[in-house]
């Protein structure tokens, strides 16, 4: 029977513990009613390692298993980035309500470019490279939003509550950190476990890092990381960023 390296297993245990410590903490602050698709990926991304624990790694079930509860985890990736729009831009409903329209849109868009370039290739892909490169497609779409949103809580000074900012900058780093385990795949194998460990260290630190800083009270203190403008120009910043928003409110009712 496989088994992982003594390192891996070790890190696998300290992600899981991280998700179950996560878990219980986000339940008992009661803000599973808050990121309820994050909270969910959260119980999910735990039940797919408790099964690749139970599962051995050399059977046909753990593949349709993987692919089954991967597919379930894309699907809530991409319902977290709507999500995040949506508590980002909660007083700025018209241009979170256009952020999804193109989030849609793009991923349309990209996957069934991907789809049509897999066309021209001479030996078709196996179902586990078919979802690896849909999966990629996604990924690295949902991977532009991400930062998108992280430069416009970056430059804009949005008065947000605590919680909203600790989750979406630490969702960016957490974000970019699968996202670059999954385009690991694609390299030698002489970089992917190094580097694989590091990314599951770093996931691993997030996790931890949410389970120390949301709490129920940082829903209620409001913080700004935008960029520390004079209050003149911050003034105008806002103004014209409500104009915008007011501008698309309209457009959409039409």
């Not at 998700?19 to 797919?48: D, E, M, P």
């Not at 049509?116 to 939003?145: A, D, N, Y």
Request: with cysteine; net charge positive; proline share 4%.
């Amino acid at each position: 029977m496989f088994r992982l390296p003594l390192d891996q297993q070790l890190l696998l245990v300290l992600q899981t513990a991280a998700l179950v410590g996560l878990c219980v903490h986000i339940w008992r602050a009661k803000l599973q009613q808050t990121y309820v698709y994050f909270f969910a990926y959260l119980l999910l991304a735990l039940l797919q390692t408790l099964l690749g624990v139970l599962i051995p790694y050399d059977q046909p079930t753990y593949v349709y298993m993987w692919l089954g509860t991967e597919g379930l985890i894309v699907c809530f990736y991409v319902l977290i980035v709507l999500e995040l729009y949506s508590i980002v831009l909660r007083h700025l409903t018209g241009l979170a309500s256009v952020s999804r329209r193109y989030i849609r849109i793009t991923l349309a868009t990209a996957i069934l470019i991907s789809l049509v370039l897999l066309s021209f290739e001479k030996s078709p892909p196996s179902v586990t490279g078919l979802f690896l490169i849909v999966e990629r497609t996604i990924v690295g779409s949902l991977l532009i939003f991400v930062l998108f949103i992280t430069m416009f809580l970056v430059y804009y000074p949005v008065p947000l509550n605590r919680n909203v900012i600790v989750y979406s900058v630490g969702y960016a780093v957490y974000y970019l950190t699968k996202a670059a385990a999954l385009f690991l795949r694609n390299i030698g194998h002489r970089w992917y476990r190094p580097l694989g460990d590091l990314l599951i260290v770093v996931s691993t630190s997030c996790l931890v890092f949410w389970m120390f800083t949301l709490n129920r009270s940082g829903e209620a203190k409001s913080m700004v990381i935008g960029h520390k403008w004079h209050p003149e120009d911050e003034e105008r910043l806002l103004s014209q960023l409500k104009e915008i928003n007011a501008s698309l409110s309209r457009a959409a009712r039409k």
